[in-house]
């Protein structure tokens, strides 16, 4: 039986800047091993957005259907927050994980992010198959609330916070 098991992965912050506007943020990031990267920001909007990429690979995602991903062994969810679904493109996947409101977001999805232990992305690719990949998310407490604001208070659906 074969399987994948999760790559452990150094959480760091990144900085982008826009190019049309100078504007910088402060974004969420880890790579593994396999090619993959997972970034996790607050935009000039008050979202918050994950995107999931493919790094320098020649497999490309089908740019139809959404990856999946999962926390641990909770349920698998393919689409944003309210299901809303994501932007599917063939490097890259993006959710939103929430909306900002004062210094707070309900979002369960990124506290699960924030207090699990792995998070796998499953993906159809653009010539066909199906395949996974995974991350640690240990630090990834400590950097997204770094990335995110450390006033930002996360709420899930249930009312637990971080």
Same mark, same amino acid.
């Given at each position: 039986?074969?399987?994948?098991? *999760?790559? /452990?992965?150094?959480?760091?912050?990144?900085?982008?800047?826009?190019?049309?506007?100078?504007?910088?943020?402060?974004?969420?990031?880890?790579?593994? =091993?396999?090619?993959? =990267?997972?970034?996790?920001? &607050?935009?000039?909007?008050?979202?918050?957005r994950a995107?999931?990429?493919?790094?320098?690979?020649?497999?490309?995602?089908?740019?139809?259907?959404? *990856?999946?991903?999962?926390?641990?062994? &909770?349920?698998?969810?393919?689409?944003?927050?309210?299901?809303? *679904?994501?932007?599917?493109? &063939?490097?890259?996947?993006e959710f939103?994980? %929430?909306?900002?409101? %004062?210094?707070?977001?309900?979002?369960? +999805?990124?506290?699960?992010?924030?207090?699990?232990?792995?998070?796998?992305?499953? +993906?159809?690719?653009?010539?066909?198959?199906?395949?996974?990949?995974? +991350?640690s998310l /240990?630090?990834?407490?400590?950097?997204?609330?770094?990335?995110?604001?450390?006033?930002?208070?996360?709420?899930?659906? =249930?009312?637990?916070?971080?």
């Amino acid at each position: 039986m074969l399987f994948s098991l *999760p790559v /452990l992965a150094e959480w760091d912050i990144v900085t982008h800047t826009n190019i049309d506007s100078d504007v910088q943020t402060k974004v969420a990031h880890t790579e593994n =091993s396999e090619g993959y =990267s997972l970034e996790i920001y &607050r935009d000039a909007n008050k979202v918050i957005r994950a995107r999931f990429s493919m790094l320098n690979n020649l497999n490309r995602l089908d740019g139809k259907n959404c *990856p999946t991903y999962q926390v641990d062994k &909770r349920k698998p969810e393919n689409t944003s927050i309210n299901d809303a *679904p994501c932007i599917a493109h &063939r490097k890259w996947g993006e959710f939103i994980l %929430g909306y900002i409101s %004062g210094e707070e977001v309900t979002s369960t +999805f990124l506290h699960n992010i924030m207090n699990g232990s792995k998070i796998t992305f499953r +993906f159809i690719l653009e010539n066909s198959g199906y395949t996974e990949t995974s +991350f640690s998310l /240990l630090g990834s407490k400590r950097t997204l609330t770094e990335a995110l604001g450390s006033n930002l208070k996360v709420l899930t659906d =249930s009312g637990f916070s971080n």
